[in-house]
């Protein structure tokens, strides 16, 4: 019997191994991968407020989802489009990505700006913070990018204080009906205009990574996941302001293939009892 469960731990302990390397070879692709992209990123539309009418816009809604939150954690900070901006309105923000140059361009953009934010290379599904650290964790876009949405939403609660609030922002998935000419007209002007590789991405190509939401998800789905995480008070909110606002402004080719809305998404850690 022990000879039979020495065998069968000695199993399970290989297995971590190879999900362990496999972790880290996946964290290594993406961590590569936003670092080509820090290069061009603030090219892309989307990735900044495209008028003040829209900077307003998502100020408005931060405060509304945020309120009085003291110290804020941005995950997934990119190049910093809602740290600085929640900065701006005063909150204490700390900025985490796992690209080393997405950290060091929003960094610059913070020193030009006077704003005091911390930005820091971290992990988004192993944060290096203790428990209960933050009011108040925001994200824009990430969930997508994580092998392990579902480990990454309990990690986010761990830091996050009894009553503290998440609210993140995601589309959801694209009209297949636009994704074949429209979608091609769109990578020749990103190649022409932006000056790179569309067709370079997570789900493509020898090294892909395999992100369950990769190419967006259906509210449901997150409202279940952020459920079954223990959050409470989970809500998904379309945010038709800012898509109108920002669609004014979009270049035509980005016009004609964007068919995917985006999501607020707001929920609470329990408070203790």
């Known amino acids: 019997m022990n ?31 936003w670092n080509y992209r820090s290069q061009t990123f603030d090219k ?16 408005v809604l931060l405060r509304s989802k945020l309120g009085n939150a003291e110290k804020i954690l941005d995950i997934g900070s990119g190049t910093g489009f809602l740290s600085l901006i929640l900065a701006d309105m005063g909150y204490g923000v700390v900025g ?11 960094s610059a953009k913070a020193r030009e700006k006077g704003l005091p934010i911390a930005f820091h290379q971290d992990d988004a599904e192993n944060l290096g913070f203790e428990n209960n650290s933050f009011d108040a964790i925001v994200n824009r876009a990430v969930l997508w990018t994580l ?16 009553g503290g609030k998440l609210c993140f922002f995601l589309h959801e998935p694209r009209d297949d009906r636009k994704v074949s000419i429209q979608k091609q007209v769109l990578n020749l002007w990103i190649l022409l205009s932006e000056r790179r590789n569309p067709w370079r991405t997570l789900g493509n190509g020898r090294q892909a990574v395999n992100l369950p939401y990769n190419g967006g998800v259906k509210p449901g789905v997150i409202v279940d996941l952020l459920k079954s995480a223990g959050y409470s008070n989970v ?18 080719p980005y016009r004609i293939s964007h068919g995917h809305g985006q999501f ?10």
């Open 235 to 252: 809500l998904a909110e379309p945010m038709h302001r800012i898509e109108a606002l920002k669609r004014q402004r979009l270049p035509y």
């Open 3 to 33: 000879i039979l469960y020495g065998r069968v731990q000695l199993a399970a302990e290989a297995a971590l191994n190879l999900w362990r390397v496999k972790m880290n070879e996946d964290k290594q692709v993406i961590r590569d991968f």
């Open 264 to 273: 607020c998404y707001t929920a609470e850690k329990p408070k203790e009892d």
């Open 96 to 106: 985490i990505d796992l690209s080393e140059k997405m950290i060091t361009r929003a």
């Open 147 to 162: 092998p392990h949405p579902d480990i990454a939403v309990r990690e986010w609660m761990r830091v996050l204080r009894p």
């Open 44 to 59: 892309s539309p989307g990735h900044y407020a495209a008028s003040k009418e829209e900077e307003e816009a998502w100020k």
